[in-house]
């Protein structure tokens, strides 16, 4: 989608492929009273990647605005740095969020993968990206991602049953936790599906397969010309 727009043409995508040896896919898949206190107490909110205008993080924090007012224990932790972090800071001191939100910065594997753990949902409001690793990642560590339709990941993860796809604003974002919260007693069977059909689609063999036909097609097309 991302290139059709720039390049006004059509493009095969392959996805990457995981070896099953990727530390996120090791980390994280128990969901056991993961989502019990959603709707009584706390949520949990992460956004992991730079602090750029095309990950829009702006969107992360109007969501925690408008989601304080139901949930008063709620908390956003940001993970990565970037040129948008100060500009970002005094946001949140003139919306009172303080207490509410974490900068953390850089973080390593076995950080990231302990604030996955304690995390419930992924925002990613990111516009444009083509394609964006994280969302998977979350999936694997039992975080709900919460996706922009804009996002080049988004095509993949629907056609898996993500169904947390929505419009890149603060309002559609804040409605679909509320939905989250809703279903909170079929999340964990619902990501462990997710996983499943995840793990399938990027395996090294259909990664190889979609290497091998989009080479015969070109091949194809290219000795089709005159």
């Known amino acids: ?32 009273g993961k989502f019990d206190r959603l709707e009584a107490e706390e949520i949990h909110l992460l956004q992991v990647g730079q602090l750029t205008s095309d990950k829009r993080p702006e969107v992360a924090l109007a969501v925690l605005k408008l989601l304080r007012h139901r949930f008063p224990h709620a908390t956003l932790t940001f993970v990565g740095d970037g040129p948008r972090r100060e500009a970002l800071e005094q946001e949140v001191d003139r919306l009172g969020l303080r207490p509410a939100v974490r900068f953390l910065g850089f973080q390593n594997e076995r950080e990231l993968t302990q604030l996955y753990e304690a995390s419930h949902i992924l925002l990613f ?89 989009c080479f015969q097609e070109a091949i194809f097309a290219r000795g089709s010309r005159p």
Do not use: K, N
Not at 8 to 22: D, K, Q, Y
């Open 1 to 32: 989608r991302g290139i059709r727009q720039i390049y006004h043409r059509a493009s095969t995508v392959i996805p990457f492929a995981l070896t099953g040896e990727e530390p996120f896919l090791a980390g994280g898949a128990s969901v056991d």
């Open 125 to 213: 409001p990111g516009a444009h990206q083509p394609l964006g690793l994280v969302p998977i990642e979350a999936i694997f560590h039992s975080v709900v991602p919460i996706v922009a339709d804009t996002a080049g990941v988004a095509e993949i993860l629907q056609r898996h049953g993500l169904t947390t796809i929505v419009p890149a604003t603060a309002e559609a974002f804040a409605e679909q936790v509320m939905t989250i919260v809703a279903r909170r007693a079929t999340l964990g069977s619902w990501l462990a599906d997710l996983r499943r059909s995840l793990a399938t689609e990027l395996s090294y063999e259909r990664f190889l397969d979609c290497y091998e036909q």
